[in-house]
């Protein structure tokens, strides 16, 4: 098998990931035989699987890939798959990153909003078991006016009849007449616009704003920001725990920064 052929990705972008230096410098590193990839020296193009012992510079790299996590504000009209000649335009058109990564719960194509990409498979599968419970939050607004009715027929759950499920209780926040907050924990397919239908009403506008413990922030359409540090380390908790977030697995109390 050549290295061109060879499973895996790319050895400037797996240098690149372990936070070694940029792609370009990568190749420059590999061009100059500063690499080596189980004691031989690389060759510009190889690919890797992430599992061999590697150097650069002598310094030998950690024998797994690193695991990301990134936050990413998916725009409106971004279709979340890889290939689809209905399109408009992918999210592997639209978002970028040097190593590959997967989104971890996704959003249709007329919503916006937090996306989670990664390349931990074990952390994608806690964050979408849904047993798990996990917390997602969303600011929506309704093409008519939204009842204080419907709001409670939300929070304590709503049988959608194509689903052939009722939702379950939710937190919910009135921001406005055509506009709420929603929490769920749960992730059934284009829930909260079926939710709105089940009330005789529409979805002009949606957003995720949280998933878990990581916010969007003041992130704008586009951006994307690696999820590092305390951060990092709270979500893992919160998705390996099996709980939301809150004291000893209760509800979230909200922050004033939300009030």
């Not at 690499?35 to 002598?58: F, K, L, Q, S, Y």
């Not at 590959?100 to 952390?123: I, Q």
């Not at 998933?211 to 969007?216: C, G, M, Q």
């Amino acid at each position: 098998m050549s290295e061109q052929t060879r499973p895996g990705m790319r050895l400037n972008h797996y240098i690149a990931s372990c936070g070694i230096c940029s792609r370009r410098e990568a190749d420059r590193l590999i061009e100059a035989g500063r690499v080596n990839v189980d004691g031989a020296v690389a060759v510009p193009g190889m690919r890797v699987a992430g599992t061999e012992e590697i150097t650069v510079n002598g310094r030998t790299l950690a024998g797994t890939l690193q695991k990301v996590v990134v936050a990413y504000y998916k725009p409106v009209g971004v279709t979340c798959t890889a290939r689809d000649p209905h399109a408009d335009r992918t999210l592997d058109e639209a978002f970028s990153y040097p190593v590959r990564l997967t989104y971890a719960g996704r959003l249709d194509r007329d919503s916006e909003g937090l996306l989670l990409m990664t390349n931990d498979g074990a952390l994608i599968d806690a964050m979408m078991r849904g047993s798990n419970g996990h917390e997602k939050e969303y600011i929506v607004r309704t093409k008519s006016r939204i009842q204080d009715a419907d709001l409670e027929r939300f929070r304590k759950g709503v049988f959608l009849k194509d689903l052939e499920v009722k939702t379950r209780p939710c937190q919910v926040e009135r921001l406005g007449d055509y506009t709420f907050r929603i929490i769920l924990t749960q992730g059934l397919n284009r829930q909260i616009r079926r939710m709105c239908r089940a009330v005789g009403n529409e979805v002009k506008k949606l957003k995720r704003v949280r998933v878990l413990n990581i916010e969007l922030g003041a992130m704008k359409p586009g951006e994307q920001r690696q999820i590092r540090g305390e951060e990092l380390d709270e979500l893992y908790r919160i998705a390996q725990a099996g709980q939301p977030r809150g004291d000893k697995g209760g509800s979230r109390t909200r922050s004033s920064k939300h009030k």
